[in-house]
């Protein structure tokens, strides 16, 4: 099975300041696409962005960016501009192109500092 | 648009027995998923149904089974309930079947079992 790993459990950055969220993944698979999603305290899971394996380019969602590396098997998260409304649970997601559901990470919590 | 709708939101159960919990997905998403978060075990995968036929089922014991109707809400259910099952149980809807997209996910039940 696929595995996700998160190895920050909690980071912190001051408000407006840049962050970087680390995940590696393990997969044999070449074809697959990678999510960010973010967790409020309101436990809804929101969809923060979105990569396919197959691109090169990395992603980018206005504030948010992503480096995939995918020799590596790596994806991080960038947050730039740090917001207070960023403060959550951040997880990052790995689903086959060939498979039915999410492989999570553990998350990583984020704390805003104003 | 409404969002994914899950209820209840908050469930207390006594163990040994059952409860259903119900999720409405977005108005044209046919796939459903769930999954159960704990801090323990993080999010796991429950089950996917699309099109009221369940594709995929995660490793979790037989107690735990759901359905999905021609309306596409999903259903889940939890026999014999125990201290264990006590969780966040996260539904996630999608219109496409192309597993590239990203989920939409509800709010969750968060089942407390005593």
């Known amino acids: 099975a696929q595995t996700v790993t998160q190895s920050q459990p909690e980071m912190s950055v001051q408000e407006a300041e840049t962050v970087t969220l680390s995940c590696t993944y393990d997969?044999?698979?070449?074809?697959?696409?990678l999510f960010w999603y973010k967790q409020p305290p309101s436990r809804q899971m929101i969809l923060v962005i979105r990569?396919?394996?197959?691109?090169?380019q990395n992603a980018t969602e206005n504030r948010f960016s992503v480096n995939f590396q995918k020799a590596a098997k790596s994806f991080s998260l960038k947050i730039s501009d740090s917001q207070l409304g960023d403060a959550a649970m951040y997880f990052c997601a790995y689903r086959s192109a060939a498979g039915n559901q999410f492989y999570f990470g553990t998350g990583t919590s984020l704390t805003v500092i104003p | 648009k409404a969002g994914v709708t899950q209820t209840p939101r908050y469930l207390i159960k006594t163990r040994g027995q059952q409860v259903t919990l119900s999720c409405s997905p977005i108005?044209?998403?046919?796939?459903v998923s769930w999954y159960q978060q704990t801090p323990g075990q993080g999010l796991q995968f429950l089950f996917e149904y699309f099109s009221e036929t369940q594709r995929n089922k995660g490793n979790f014991p037989g107690r735990f089974s759901g359905r999905q109707f021609s309306n596409s809400r999903s259903e889940m259910n939890v026999s014999t309930l125990e201290l264990g099952d006590s969780a966040l149980y996260l539904c996630?809807?999608?219109?496409?079947?192309?597993?590239?997209?990203?989920?939409?996910f509800g709010s969750g039940t968060r089942l407390t079992v005593v």
């Open positions: 108005s044209g998403h046919r796939s």
């Open positions: 996630a809807s999608r219109t496409t079947d192309r597993v590239g997209y990203g989920y939409t």
């Open positions: 997969t044999s698979e070449s074809d697959y696409y």
């Open positions: 990569q396919e394996a197959y691109k090169q």
